[in-house]
């Protein structure tokens, strides 16, 4: 079946300027997880969803950053009023659950690389 | 907090020779995942190996396999007969009872003919 899917693929905008960024899961996973890959760094956890909710959003680096997930399927990461350190691959995961003890795979997406100038 | 450390930046290795990659790992609970992605250019993260800390026996797939020491918060992964498509960045990750990864900032592995 499908993979993770997200769009854009790449993204450049000016300094200041909102962003969205969208990921489509695999059908049927009730978890979804945003991760940020800066140049050089490995994957940062952003925020998580299970179903429409996110128990834990502590990953955002700072309240210009949000996220939402509609419908218990898609989820939008919007960046406000970008700045250039905002710059990096922004990598979607989904999964069947994302319950404490059990172990469900992660998968990615082949991720959003925003640029900002 | 959990931290996931891969201390080789770059690594490299000829085709049909055997590599391994470090991971070293700190956490003070019991129960863990441990995990080794692969990302090649295409910037997909696809799982390679994972292994569960209750577990003493090392995980294996194919061509790859694990050395896991709990005691020492090790976990290097090794990769026999080298081939060219093996070429990415890999990164050693750990997940607790939580949800999120926690990701090591991966070594890069060139697999020359």
């Known amino acids: 079946g499908a993979g993770v899917s997200q769009s854009p693929s790449n993204k450049v905008t000016e300094k200041g300027k909102d962003v969205e960024l969208r990921c489509d899961p695999i059908s049927g996973h009730t978890a979804l997880y945003w991760y940020r890959q800066s140049l050089g760094q490995g994957l940062e956890f952003l925020i998580y969803?299970?179903?429409?909710?996110?128990?834990?959003k502590s990953g955002l680096p700072s309240d210009r950053f949000s996220a939402e997930r509609t419908g218990g399927s898609v989820s939008t990461l919007t960046i406000q009023r970008t700045q250039q350190e905002d710059s990096a691959v922004y990598l979607c995961?989904?999964?069947?659950?994302?319950?404490?003890?059990?172990?469900?795979?992660?998968?990615f997406g082949p991720g959003t690389r925003l640029t900002v100038t | 907090a959990q931290t996931v450390t891969q201390s080789q930046p770059e690594m490299s290795v000829q085709e049909a020779e055997t590599v391994t990659l470090s991971c070293t790992y700190d956490?003070?609970?019991?129960?863990?995942?441990l995990f080794w992605y692969k990302q090649p250019p295409s910037r997909q993260m696809i799982l390679v190996i994972r292994?569960?800390?209750?577990?003493?026996q090392n995980a294996t797939e194919n061509r790859f396999s694990v050395n896991f020491q709990k005691a020492a918060k090790s976990f290097s992964l090794k990769i026999s007969d080298s081939q060219l498509g093996d070429t990415a960045m890999y990164f050693c990750?750990?997940?607790?009872?939580?949800?999120?990864?926690?990701f090591g900032k991966g070594t890069s592995l060139l697999v020359t003919p």
């Open positions: 956490t003070s609970e019991n129960n863990y995942y």
């Open positions: 995961a989904s999964s069947l659950d994302a319950a404490g003890g059990t172990f469900y795979e992660q998968y």
């Open positions: 990750a750990f997940r607790s009872a939580g949800y999120a990864l926690n």
């Open positions: 292994q569960e800390a209750y577990k003493q």
């Open positions: 969803f299970q179903g429409n909710s996110a128990p834990d």
